[in-house]
């Protein structure tokens, strides 16, 4: 069947998919910006246009029929487009010639990235980095299906066929409530002996996860995950609450700490010291003049002097 594409405009495909992710028509078209009998005639038409019902009224709102599934698939797809051309747009129109998709791991962002992102907007201003938050594993995935330029991640996930190097080494403490038994230790604790505690973690696929539920295992024992969230900002607040005890990277850990009832101490194990790395999936020139800056050890204090100043 031919779409009859005269008919279609980027309205009323924001209207549709706002539809789909209201579920109610008066919703979609305060989205919209349309008064709802405007609204209503634009999903009629679109439906003529289509020659196919997208969505059953009913009264308690819209549900979404087989093709208006497919049609919002492919409407966000054609919307996503339409939004980065208008960005890159405006990008040439102020001087910036190339996107750099950065993807990183939250101990980069948290400990390492923002004073070097921003030393290198002052070297670079006619490159924009595109930062996106992942855990570890999903940083390589995103470089592997080409989703992300450069990519900045805990060692651990499998690197072939990347190019890689090292960015900074962090360190992890066993973060615990004010008043926990554990606080009460002199000196590093044994990751062994915290076996008995419930614990807090970032999602899976996260590298600081992989690896405490790889050291409990060692140790012929489970970790007992309570609760798993996305941020080290929720992983201290839980903490905080008394929900559990966690492992964060020390530095991370330091502004949290300032403000929360918090406590930490040094783990004996090895594994506690961890190396980043940054790694590219091509050979493109915008992608390795990124790697190139943030690998250097010289940027870190670079960047730090212009924080403080």
């Not at 990183?104 to 004073?115: D, K, R, V, W």
């Not at 595109?130 to 594993?137: G, K």
């Amino acid at each position: 069947m031919q779409l009859n594409l005269a008919r279609f405009d980027l309205v009323s495909i924001r209207l549709a998919v706002a539809c789909f992710q209201t579920g109610s028509l008066s919703a979609a078209a305060r989205n919209a910006h349309l008064a709802l009998a405007a609204a209503s005639r634009r999903l009629r038409e679109l439906e003529l246009a289509v020659g196919d019902i997208l969505f059953e009224r009913h009264a308690r709102g819209l549900i979404p029929t087989a093709a208006g599934r497919v049609f919002v698939k492919h409407g966000l797809t054609l919307l996503q487009t339409m939004d980065q051309l208008g960005t890159e747009l405006s990008d040439q129109r102020h001087g910036i010639a190339r996107r750099v998709r950065l993807c990183a791991g939250t101990a980069a962002i948290n400990q390492f990235l923002p004073p070097l992102l921003a030393a290198y907007a002052r070297v670079a201003p006619q490159v924009r980095v595109e930062l996106d938050e992942q855990v570890s594993e999903a940083v390589v995935n995103a470089l592997r299906e080409g989703r992300a330029d450069v990519g900045v991640f805990v060692q651990g996930p499998d690197t072939h066929g990347l190019q890689t190097a090292a960015f900074r080494q962090d360190e992890l403490v066993l973060v615990m409530p004010a008043g926990h038994s554990l606080s009460k230790a002199r000196g590093a604790i044994s990751f062994a002996d915290c076996l008995n505690e419930d614990w807090i973690t970032l999602t899976t696929g996260a590298a600081m996860l992989q690896t405490q539920q790889q050291a409990a295992l060692t140790h012929g024992r489970p970790l007992r995950l309570r609760m798993q969230v996305r941020s080290f900002d929720a992983v201290c607040h839980l903490v905080a609450a008394g929900m559990g005890v966690a492992l964060l990277p020390k530095t991370a850990l330091l502004p949290f700490a300032k403000t929360l009832p918090l406590r930490s101490r040094p783990l004996k194990d090895a594994w506690a010291h961890r190396q980043l790395l940054v790694a590219v999936a091509s050979q493109d020139e915008a992608a390795l003049g990124l790697m190139t800056f943030l690998k250097q050890p010289s940027q870190n204090a670079k960047a730090s002097r212009h924080k403080k100043q």
